[in-house]
């Protein structure tokens, strides 16, 4: 299993125990990095993660820094992708 896979999978597990400020810093900025990943199942599970990182960060700073990476999730062709997105 490849890390990006391992480290989304146990991102919701952890994301409770880190403060808006580590998550903003740390957190979205890799995020960030893998909005033009290739594998559905790693944007499944970014779009899984999305809800826990909106309920820390906020509505403006998660519509600010993760809006565009939304919008292309839903807009995904894999039914993978947006299946994940939606349990959020």
Known sequence: MEV????LEGLNSILPYINAE??????IPNILSLQNESSHLV???IGNGMGSIAKIVGYS?????????MEQLIRDEKIE???GYLYL
């Open 4 to 7: 990006r896979q391992v480290a």
């Open 22 to 27: 580590k998550v903003t810093l740390s957190i």
């Open 43 to 45: 944007k499944a599970l």
């Open 61 to 69: 700073a998660f519509n600010n820094k993760l809006g565009y990476i």
């Open 81 to 83: 992708v947006k299946i």
